[in-house]
């Protein structure tokens, strides 16, 4: 069954139907929640975060239109408000990326040195994420490592389209800039953390 039939399907009553869409999503949405929370020592808050937004869509599901944005963009859009308006009541303005749980798909050499070089290489671009403004951030997060389109990252954001590829192309440019000291060139960036500079 596709979301969408599954959405019909509890519209019309068949409600125990929700648990196969939260199946299909809730290992995301967890780690989307996360990963906004790292940086402000909320992490044990995600949990939580993760129930209360499924709990919402839950409750909201019958105002849900798909013409609007897809299933997927409108759980992003209620995970990341949810977030947002915990931080704020946490009084905290700090989002950030620290420790990754999902990252991109990256051929790792075995050796362990190499191992050890590029561990040591990922947790420096996610310090540069970490670094970036929370709308960059969350932009950077949700193409790089959701691998979401620019539509969808719109949606959730509540920008335009020409807004996200702004916000991208800034994001990925000051994280390059940050951590040209280090690596020089992107080729780095590009094969093993999965990121498109250009």
């Known amino acids: 069954m596709t979301d969408s039939q599954l959405i019909r399907e509890i519209k019309d009553g068949n409600v125990q139907l929700f648990s196969e869409l939260m199946r299909r999503y809730q290992r995301k949405i967890l780690a989307f929640i996360y990963h906004m929370l790292k940086?402000?020592?909320?992490?044990?808050?995600?949990?939580?975060?993760?129930?209360?937004?499924?709990?919402?869509?839950?409750?909201?599901?019958?105002?849900?239109?798909?013409?609007?944005?897809?299933?997927?963009?409108?759980?992003?859009?209620?995970?990341?408000?949810?977030?947002?308006s915990e931080l704020r009541k946490q009084k905290t303005g700090n989002v950030s990326l620290d420790e990754m749980t999902i990252t991109p798909i990256a051929s790792l050499d075995s050796r362990p040195e190499h191992r050890l070089l590029q561990s040591e290489r990922m947790t420096m671009v996610r310090e540069a994420i970490n670094n970036l403004p929370e709308k960059q951030r969350s932009a950077l997060i949700l193409r790089e490592y959701d691998q979401l389109d620019y539509q969808e990252i719109a949606t959730i954001l509540g920008q335009t389209v020409s807004s996200v590829k702004s916000l991208l192309f800034r994001a990925r440019n000051s994280v390059k800039v940050q951590l040209e000291p280090y690596f020089g060139d992107t080729p780095f960036l590009e094969q093993h953390e999965g990121m498109k500079m250009r």
């Open 39 to 84: 940086s402000s020592k909320l992490e044990l808050l995600a949990e939580d975060m993760c129930s209360e937004t499924f709990y919402k869509a839950y409750r909201s599901l019958h105002s849900f239109r798909e013409v609007d944005a897809s299933f997927s963009t409108w759980l992003y859009t209620i995970a990341r408000n949810t977030v947002l």
